[in-house]
């Protein structure tokens, strides 16, 4: 079997894992990045006869932010990274 070199995450698959990464058991959280924008002169000829003022928009960051309904882009903590209760220890008493 070929070694896999590729892997896709939609959206709601990305919040999941960083609701999971940080520990979050409640409340409803979204898809946020945070764009960047820098503007330069760009042509596709090497004469340069062509140039166009043109906007490069990287993607700085990555992230999570709450939110009060579902929709395509957010999960429900609660449902995706419930929280696991501590097991209570009862003891029994033990006659002598």
């Not at 079997?1 to 959280?29: R, S």
């Not at 209760?85 to 009862?90: G, R, S, V």
């Amino acid at each position: 079997m070929p070694e896999a070199t590729q892997y896709m995450f939609n959206h709601k698959e990305l919040v999941e894992m960083m609701i999971k990464k940080q520990g979050i058991h409640d409340g409803i959280w979204s898809l946020s990045m945070r764009f960047g924008m820098q503007a330069t002169n760009f042509g596709l000829n090497p004469d340069g006869a062509d140039i166009l003022p043109t906007a490069i928009i990287p993607v700085m960051e990555i992230g999570i932010n709450r939110v009060d309904k579902i929709n395509n882009i957010s999960v429900d903590a609660a449902q995706v990274n419930p929280q696991h209760k501590e097991p209570t220890m009862q003891f029994k008493r033990r006659r002598h």
